[in-house]
């Protein structure tokens, strides 16, 4: 049986990586309304939040893993925040950075965002969201830190914290557990959940569900209208029919619901004929999700194809189901000529 004894070398350097950005994000989130006033920028506290995690999970790496091993395709670059315009930001920064470190310097701190600059072309790399989730981050709600391991072009390994998902699968989607959860999952060695982001604590196995057509069937659903077609989203959902209660909820949380059984499958369909998905938006959660025994693919039901940079250039959508209702889905995708739109 798997286990996580045979995870990934750099498993235990990402679980303390990400569990320290979880609490600082959450110090950050909780903060929102104080930091809009002083920066007089409603997005200020994402932007704060994006940069201190990225600083944090470069830093900490570095401290942990050589340098062979610590390169990062990291969402975000210290450039705008080097500015003149942007010092209450980069105060704001710093100052979220040094909760967990007191005596890192400015410099030190926009040389490690920057550090976060690998193209996705190397044998062995993280490709990092440091906050998956933007507008979710903003309500206060649900958002993600998305860590995932490529070698090879494949990924072999990926941590993530949930810091306002709840370890109960009973607690509402729409309420905040202060606790957060966070996962990790290796190639070959399963899924695991970490109670309260706390890399420390006992880990418990995850399995996605098997199906069943006789289960009302759960698909997570974005809050956000714009990351995905919901409408065509909705005509497959209807096809397969027995819908039960959607998931709603924001960021690559949606991989982690999947993997540990509270829903059943997520559509993330092309909003356009030009858009291009990251590989920072699925590398983490694939790996949680494929580990727990879920598929992953494209719309064509293709695999992610992760050996071209810092996009899925070959891929189109992403589907992450179980088995069973994985096939069905790629199979009314066909029927509905959704993947020629």
């Given amino acids: 049986m798997s286990s996580l004894q045979s995870q990934h070398r750099l498993i235990p350097a990402a679980l303390e990586a990400v569990s320290t950005a979880c609490a600082v994000s959450r ?15 409603d997005r200020s506290p994402v932007t704060v939040a994006d940069f201190a995690v990225q600083a944090i999970i470069s830093l900490s790496l570095a401290d942990t893993i050589a340098k062979g091993d610590r390169l990062i395709v990291g969402e975000e670059d210290a450039a705008t925040l080097r500015t003149d315009t ?100 290796s190639e070959g060695a399963g899924a695991w959940e970490f109670e309260g982001c706390n890399h420390t ?36 959902v209807d096809a397969i029919g027995n819908q039960g209660e959607p998931a709603r909820l924001d960021s690559q949380c949606k991989y982690a619901l999947v993997a540990r059984g509270q829903a059943d499958g997520y559509l993330r369909l092309p909003t356009s004929k030009t858009y291009v998905e990251k590989i920072w938006d699925h590398a983490a959660g694939l790996s ?14 293709h695999p992610l194809d992760f050996t071209h940079g810092t996009r899925l250039e070959k891929n189109r959508g992403v589907i992450c189901a179980t088995l069973g209702l994985h096939q069905r889905i790629i199979a009314t995708i066909e029927d509905l000529a959704i993947a020629q739109v």
């Avoid at 110090?27 to 920028?41: G, I, P, R, Y």
């Avoid at 440091?130 to 995932?148: E, V």
């Avoid at 199906?211 to 659903?221: D, H, Q, V, Y």
């Fill in 201 to 236: 604590a006992e880990p418990m196995r995850i399995l996605a569900q098997q199906f069943e057509s006789s289960r009302p069937l759960r698909f997570c659903e974005s809050a956000e209208k714009a990351h995905s077609n919901r409408g065509d989203s909705g005509r497959i």
């Fill in 86 to 185: 942007q010092t209450t930001i980069r105060k704001a920064v710093l100052e979220a950075v040094r909760s967990w470190r007191s005596q890192v310097s400015e410099a030190e701190m926009l040389d490690a965002i920057d550090a976060c600059n690998h193209d996705g072309t190397g044998d062995g790399y993280w490709a990092l969201d440091p906050i998956d989730g933007t507008k979710g981050f903003l309500r206060g709600q649900h958002y993600a830190i998305a860590l995932g391991r490529i070698e090879d072009g494949k990924v072999v390994a990926g941590v993530m914290g949930c810091p306002n998902l709840s370890i109960d699968q009973a607690f509402p989607l729409d309420q905040n557990d202060p606790q957060g959860v966070m996962y990790a999952a």
């Fill in 288 to 301: 949680i999700a494929t580990e727990a025994g879920a598929i992953v693919s494209d719309v064509s039901g």
């Fill in 27 to 41: 110090a950050v989130q909780a903060n929102l309304a104080q930091l809009c006033e002083v920066t007089k920028d």
